[in-house]
C-alpha cells in the first residue's frame, strides 16, 4: 500500500485494518456457515476446501515423495498438537499450556490495573465540559490528552496545564473528537481485550502496532482537511505535547486501553513515527477516496481471509476416501516392515 497511490490515504488504509480485523473475528461463522451449506448438500459431495484434504489428494495421486508413515505424521501433526495441550497428553502439551496460561494471567492482570488506572484518573479529575455524552475532564495526573469510553459514555482527558494555552487546547479536543468519529475507541479496547490473549502472536503486535500508527495518520488528516486548524500550529502543538511528555520523569504517561494524542515513548521507532505524522501532514494533497473505492479495495482482502480460514481448517473427523486409502496404505506398510524383520 506505501508503494502505490494511496499511500498518503490514511483513513482508507485504517478501515482497511478495521475491515480486515473484523473478518478474521467472524472467520468462525465463516466455518460454521460452510459446515451448514456443506450438510445441506448445496455445495456438492465431496467438496472441500481444506489445504489439508488437497495436500492428501495430491499425496495418493502420487506427487509427494515420502514414505506413507512420514506423511500420516506430518499430516496429522497440528491434530495432535492440539490435543496434546488441550488434554494435557504430554509434557510439551503441559509446558505449551503453563506458559499460555502463565502469560494470559499477566496480561490480563496488567489490563486490569490499567483499566482501574484510567477509571481513577477520570474519578479524580475536574469535570470541565460535557456534552453529547462526551465529558471533557481536567486533571493533574497526566501529561498528553488522551480519549477513552466506558460503557455509557466517552471522555477526553484533558492535562490542567492546557488551560493556558488555548490553540493547543482547541487542537487537542478536535484531535480526541476525530478519534471518536472513526471509532477508535472501540477499536483501542477490543484490541487490549484480545491482547492477553495473543501475547504470543508476532503477527497480532505487528497489527497492533500498525493500528495504532494508521488512526494517528488518519486522524491528522482529517483534522487538517476540515480546515478549522493551521498545519503549522498543529505540528508544533504535538511537538510541545510531546517534548512536555518527555521532559517529565512521570512514569507510564500512556495508560491503555486509551487513545492519545502523541505516544512520548523513547526509542528511535517512536522518533520515526513522529516525524512519519510530521511529514505526512506536510506532503498531504490529494483528496481521500471515496467509500465505493475502499469498499472495492477491502472486498479482495475479506475474501482471501474468508476462503484462507476455510482452507486452513484441521482435518475433518469425517473418515473420507482418502483418508481411508492413506490409512490402508500406512497398514500396508508397517505389515511389510514387520514381515522383513521376521524374515531376516
Known amino acids: 500500500m506505501n508503494r502505490t497511490s494511496f499511500r498518503q490515504a490514511g483513513l482508507m488504509q485504517l478501515q482497511m485494518v478495521y475491515a480486515i480485523c473484523l473478518a478474521v473475528a467472524l472467520a468462525p461463522l465463516v466455518i460454521a456457515g460452510h459446515a451448514v451449506v456443506t450438510q445441506a448438500g448445496l455445495l456438492g459431495s465431496g467438496y472441500s476446501p481444506s489445504l489439508s484434504d488437497y495436500a492428501l489428494a495430491q499425496f495418493l495421486n502420487g506427487r509427494f515423495q515420502m514414505a506413507p508413515s512420514e506423511f500420516e505424521a506430518l499430516w496429522m501433526s497440528r491434530t495432535v498438537f492440539t490435543q496434546q495441550v488441550t488434554t494435557l497428553g504430554s509434557p510439551l502439551g503441559i509446558m505449551v499450556a503453563a506458559v499460555l496460561a502463565t502469560g494470559f494471567s499477566i496480561y490480563a492482570a496488567r489490563l486490569l490495573r490499567n483499566a482501574l488506572k484510567v477509571r481513577s484518573v477520570i474519578r479524580g479529575g475536574f469535570l470541565w465540559r460535557s ?19 466506558g460503557m455509557g459514555r466517552r471522555y477526553i482527558v484533558l492535562p490542567s496545564g492546557l488551560l493556558s494555552q488555548a490553540d493547543d487546547l482547541r487542537i487537542a479536543i478536535a484531535h480526541e473528537l476525530q478519534h471518536m468519529r472513526q471509532g477508535d475507541l472501540g477499536w483501542e479496547i477490543a484490541v487490549e481485550v484480545l491482547r492477553p490473549v ?147
Request: charged share 25%.
Open 131 to 149: 456534552l453529547r455524552g462526551i465529558d471533557i475532564v481536567l486533571t493533574d495526573r497526566v501529561d498528553v490528552p488522551f480519549s477513552t469510553r
Open 198 to 344: 495473543f501475547f504470543w502472536n508476532p503477527g497480532f503486535a505487528y497489527l497492533k502496532r500498525e493500528i495504532e500508527e494508521l488512526r494517528e495518520l488518519a486522524c491528522d488528516q482529517q483534522v487538517l482537511t476540515r480546515r478549522r486548524i493551521g498545519l503549522q500550529d498543529y505540528c508544533d502543538c504535538l511537538l510541545r505535547v510531546c517534548d512536555n511528555a518527555m521532559g517529565r520523569n512521570r512514569p507510564a504517561q500512556i495508560i491503555v486501553p486509551t487513545v492519545p494524542l502523541v505516544r512520548p515513548e523513547g526509542g528511535r521507532r517512536a522518533a520515526r513515527f513522529l516525524k512519519r505524522r510530521v511529514l505526512s501532514m506536510l506532503t498531504q494533497a490529494q483528496a481521500a477516496p471515496s467509500r465505493l473505492v475502499t469498499g472495492l479495495m477491502i472486498l479482495p482482502f475479506v475474501a482471501a481471509i474468508s476462503f484462507g480460514s476455510l482452507a486452513s481448517q484441521s482435518n475433518s473427523a469425517d473418515w473420507s476416501q482418502d483418508r481411508l486409502m492413506l490409512s490402508t496404505i500406512v497398514n500396508l506398510e508397517r505389515l511389510d516392515q514387520r514381515t522383513l524383520a521376521t524374515r531376516y
